[in-house]
């Protein structure tokens, strides 16, 4: 009776060895599968995000370039307008030059 109970308990050890065996294998796979499925998530979560910042940088080089062409307008025109009120204030001085030399002629042909 003795050796027929150790045999049972030797088989039932066994068996549950051999089921510990199999949670730990299923519980394994299926780690495997969660990791995948987060590993292609995260891939898939990088890969949008990346899209998005290129398209946000496209847009920005986009503005920047919008803003270096106005910049350079109105650096122009800022420009032409200097040069046009120079030549305003240089004519305008030469004016009031002749207008000077002229009062001073005609009042030297009086004396």
């Not at 199999?22 to 891939?43: G, H, I, M, P």
């Not at 995000?49 to 025109?77: D, F, P, T, Y």
């Amino acid at each position: 009776m003795r050796i027929e109970q150790n045999e049972e308990v030797t088989e039932l050890r066994k068996d549950m060895f051999e089921a510990r065996m199999k949670v730990e294998s299923t519980f394994r796979k299926e780690l495997q599968n969660v990791e995948k499925v987060y590993k292609d998530r995260a891939y898939v979560t990088m890969a949008e995000e990346s899209e998005k910042a290129l398209q946000g940088e496209r847009i920005i080089m986009h503005e920047n370039k919008c803003k270096s062409v106005w910049h350079e307008k109105c650096e122009e025109r800022s420009g032409a307008e200097r040069s046009e009120a120079k030549r305003s204030e240089t004519s305008c001085w030469s004016e009031r030059g002749r207008g000077a030399k002229r009062r001073l002629t005609s009042s030297a042909s009086r004396c």
